[in-house]
């Protein structure tokens, strides 16, 4: 499961690397191996891995994504997940989109609620 915010809202993938506009959240990427939080490159060195906890196929999860000042924290069924601190954070014009992103992957939304902050 993954999705991106605080993006341009324009940029895409055209091959098998995607340069992000975004933070980039991955729940179960890499075959279900890793979850992930990423300033721009989810394959960056200096990404958040969080502890293993694997997506389940049929089940339904409830995301909640908040940004206070530079942190940024996920939280997936009410248990935090991926947690950081970004000393300059992604904001304004170019960085005020939310996407979904499923990368190979079957996936649904539904109950979707933004608001800004």
Known sequence: IKLEIFGDGASHSTGDRYEATSYVVIFGGWNNSLNVLARMDEHGADRITGPPRKVQVGRTYHFRIERIDGTL???????????????????????????????????WFDNLRITPL
């Open 73 to 107: 924290t996920v939280w997936v069924d009410d248990e935090l997940l991926l947690r950081m601190e970004d000393s300059e954070p992604l904001r304004g014009r170019g960085h005020d989109h939310f996407a979904f992103n499923n990368w190979q992957s079957d996936v």
